[in-house]
């Protein structure tokens, strides 16, 4: 019985901790929340973590094989991508990759949700598009994080 209270102990402290990851400065943060539209040629590509669930996890996000970053609960990214092209959003889980294809038309921004799901272990991450409503909504309540620093 000590034992399964343990593991218990251990599983909730992963799930409801609270990970850290370096911020953008609030100038750079408050930019990227206007969603304008991305330069010519190019799609803007928000990839966003909310939420608490999960609150001690960090989970790398790559695009198209390059590190963007480590998440952690209620933190997004932005990135501008070549318009008119198949781009590749990944995320670590606990055994491999989830990935996620998105088709980039020029001129539009698209949102990204990489979510926490409870795991064997301890859990994994996935990612989904979302609509442009909903991303927008999200990510007005996080803060922009800062790229380049992935785990892997």
């Not at 606990?94 to 001129?107: Q, R, T, Y």
């Not at 064997?120 to 979302?130: I, N, P, R, Y």
Request: net charge positive; glycine share 10%; with cysteine.
């Amino acid at each position: 019985m000590k034992k399964v209270l343990l593991a218990m102990a251990v599983v909730v402290s992963f799930l409801s901790g609270c990970a850290n990851v370096a911020m953008e400065a609030p100038e750079k943060n408050e930019i990227a929340k206007k969603f304008n539209s991305p330069s010519t040629g190019n799609a803007g590509l928000y990839v966003y973590r909310s939420g608490s669930f999960g609150g001690a996890l960090k989970k790398d996000v790559w695009l198209d094989g390059k590190c963007v970053g480590e998440t952690a609960p209620n933190v997004f990214f932005f990135e501008e991508v070549k318009g008119d092209v198949e781009h590749k959003i990944s995320t670590e889980s606990e055994f491999s990759p989830n990935d996620l294809i998105v088709k980039a038309e020029s001129g539009k921004n698209y949102f990204v949700h990489q979510y926490i799901k409870m795991g064997v272990f301890v859990g994994g991450a996935g990612v989904e598009l979302v609509s442009e409503q909903k991303g927008k909504k999200e990510i007005s309540n996080l803060n922009l994080a800062k790229k380049g620093s992935c785990s892997k």
